[in-house]
């Protein structure tokens, strides 16, 4: 066994108010992203995805967050990867933001929907194009026998649309992620951290502390 007991620390960088926390969880989810992203970490858009099959598995994977605003969160994926097909019997699905390095994380959950075919292809052609040349010659999840097949797939759609505007693909698109629920985690010292809960109700969001 490895054991890794002696790899512990303090969290004392700050506290959070349940008092003082905004009203609204996306008003509180900006200021944190916003004193997140100034640390500048590798990836600031980094999430967790979490989503659940058919069989009640849990799955979880990263993906990047690429907007968000008081409906929710938005990432863009493949709708016939194992996730879109998920989604599509069990629209339930969660985030986690993971941002150590000030001794928080964010947890969100609630539920997805597709997001307008148009406001798919304004993000799909803000991309480099090598990038939606990719969504193309990727049939994501599904298996490969080896990787130049990719790359040859690659090639071929690179010749077929080098060219011109590359099509937004009828697989490829958005999500929002519609928030339930959201949570603040604060670290604290003596593991006596700050968690202030965000839940709705009908229309309204009401805040609670959390025991650590
Ligand atoms: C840093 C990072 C960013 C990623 N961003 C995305 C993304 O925005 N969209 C996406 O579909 N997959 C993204 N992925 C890949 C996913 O983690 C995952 O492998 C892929 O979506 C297939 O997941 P699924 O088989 O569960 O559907 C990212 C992976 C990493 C490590």
Redesign the pocket.
Known sequence: MTDLFDIRREYTQGHLDEKTAADHPLTQFHAWFEEFRATAPL?PT?MVLGSVDASGQP?Q????LKSYDEQGFV????YE????QQFAANPKASLLFSWLGLERQVQVQGTVSRISREESAEYFHSRPLESQLGAWASR??RPLPDRATLEARFAEVKAEYGDGEIPLPDYWGGYRLTPARVEFWQGGAARLHDRVEYSLTGHSWQKQRLNP
Request: no cysteine; proline share 0%.
């Open positions: 990836e980094v799955w994977r990263i993906v990047l990432f863009f994926t493949n990867s194992h996730k879109g994501q999840s």
